[in-house]
T-cell receptor
Framework: RKEVEQDPGPFNVPEGATVAFNCTYSNSASQSFFWYRQDCRKEPKLLMSVYSSGNEDGRFTAQLNRASQYISLLIRDSKLSDSATYLCVVNTPGAGGYQKVTFGTGTKLQVIP | GAGVSQSPRYKVAKRGQDVALRCDPISGHVSLFWYQQALGQGPEFLTYFQNEAQLDKSGLPSDRFFAERPEGSVSTLKIQRTQQEDSAVYLC?????????????FGPGTRLTVL
């Protein structure tokens, strides 16, 4: 089983729709969580951190469920410009006191006019 | 610019050739990561530096892969005797926080094609 798993999609949704992605992780010792966005043939860019209490940034809401070991990303009122691959990132304490960073395979979102 | 830069952006190598990929992190960033991203996959961790110390190289796929950061700033990823399966985008990321890995800033990547 992969350490971090995501549904690769693609998720094809109409403009204005609400879409949600989940990401599961296998290591219960994981401590911090993020969503990155990656446009085609570009580098990943941080979208938002995920906090235990859940957090919102405009149309984007991220949530963490430690008991079930998953994080989610909700996008409301989808825009064409939201079309991208969304990467889940999980940090787990590694040897030597640093945080090992693991990416999921990404979920591809295509917003259709 | 103030971002992470990588060079070359594109590299075509013949199988068996050695290649060297360079990463210039954001000035003052303590942490530096290398990732390998195959088509349609997420970035796979290769190695991590805290300043000049290579704290984790568990992701390097074979002993043909070697990374260094001798002065704690610029880093080089070297691949010896390249194979076709080494074809991928190699991403470098840096982070201000030592040992944290959060808020990583990525470079544009080097797209390596091995023929």
């Amino acid at each position: 089983r992969k350490e971090v798993e995501q549904d690769p999609g693609p998720f094809n949704v109409p403009e204005g729709a609400t879409v949600a992605f989940n990401c599961t992780y296998s290591n219960s010792a994981s401590q911090s969580f993020f969503w990155y966005r990656q446009d085609c043939r570009k580098e990943p860019k941080l979208l938002m951190s995920v906090y235990s209490s859940g957090n919102e940034d405009g149309r984007f809401t991220a949530q963490l469920n430690r008991a079930s070991q998953y994080i989610s990303l909700l996008i409301r009122d989808s825009k064409l410009s939201d079309s991208a691959t969304y990467l889940c990132v999980v940090n787990t304490p590694g040897a030597g006191g640093y945080q090992k960073v693991t990416f999921g395979t990404g979920t591809k979102l295509q917003v259709i006019p | 610019g103030a971002g992470v830069s990588q060079s070359p952006r594109y590299k075509v190598a013949k199988r068996g050739q050695d290649v060297a990929l360079r990463c210039d992190p954001i000035s003052g960033h303590v942490s530096l990561f290398w990732y390998q991203q195959a088509l349609g996959q997420g970035p796979e961790f290769l190695t991590y530096f805290q300043n000049e110390a290579q704290l984790d190289k568990s992701g390097l796929p074979s002993d043909r892969f070697f990374a260094e950061r001798p002065e704690g700033s610029v880093s080089t990823l070297k691949i010896q005797r390249t194979q076709q399966e080494d074809s991928a985008v190699y991403l470098c990321a840096s982070s201000l926080d030592p040992g944290q890995g959060k808020k990583q800033f990525f470079g544009p990547g080097t797209r390596l094609t091995v023929l």
